[in-house]
């Protein structure tokens, strides 16, 4: 079993840039695709980012297409998530989770983090 633990959230500013950071023990991530994750208050967990086990691979929901760049380094056994020009629609829990698939529905993922907070004030 693999256990990811997100870091690297916070306040800021619109505008601004994070970079929200996975790591994984208990078991290498280079065999999985990767997934950021994110859920506002009150409402569902929704799709982000995805990168696939080697890093060939990426994909992005619409709505942070251009804006957020997903990335791993397989010798760290850590994934990024690269956050720039952040809105305030922007703020949610921020999650990563294991899949052996390319899908975007959470029901897909494996093991999740306990996730990162990222407030983005006006």
């Known amino acids: 079993q693999v256990q990811l633990v997100e870091s690297g959230g916070g306040l800021v500013q619109a505008g601004g840039s994070l970079r929200l950071s996975c790591a994984a023990s208990?078991?290498?991530?280079?065999?999985?695709?990767m997934g950021w994750f994110r859920q506002a208050p009150g409402k569902e967990r929704d799709f982000a980012a995805l990168?696939?086990?080697?890093?060939?691979?990426?994909r992005y929901a619409d709505s942070v297409k251009g804006r957020f760049t997903i990335s791993r380094d397989n010798t760290k056994n850590t994934v990024y998530l690269q956050m720039n020009s952040l809105k305030q629609e922007d703020t949610a829990v921020y999650y990563c989770?294991?899949?052996?698939?390319?899908?975007?529905?959470?029901?897909?993922?494996?093991?999740w983090g306990q996730g990162t907070q990222v407030t983005v004030s006006s």
């Open positions: 990168i696939s086990w080697n890093g060939g691979n990426t």
């Open positions: 208990g078991r290498t991530l280079s065999s999985y695709n």
């Open positions: 989770a294991t899949t052996r698939s390319w899908n975007t529905i959470a029901e897909a993922y494996g093991s």
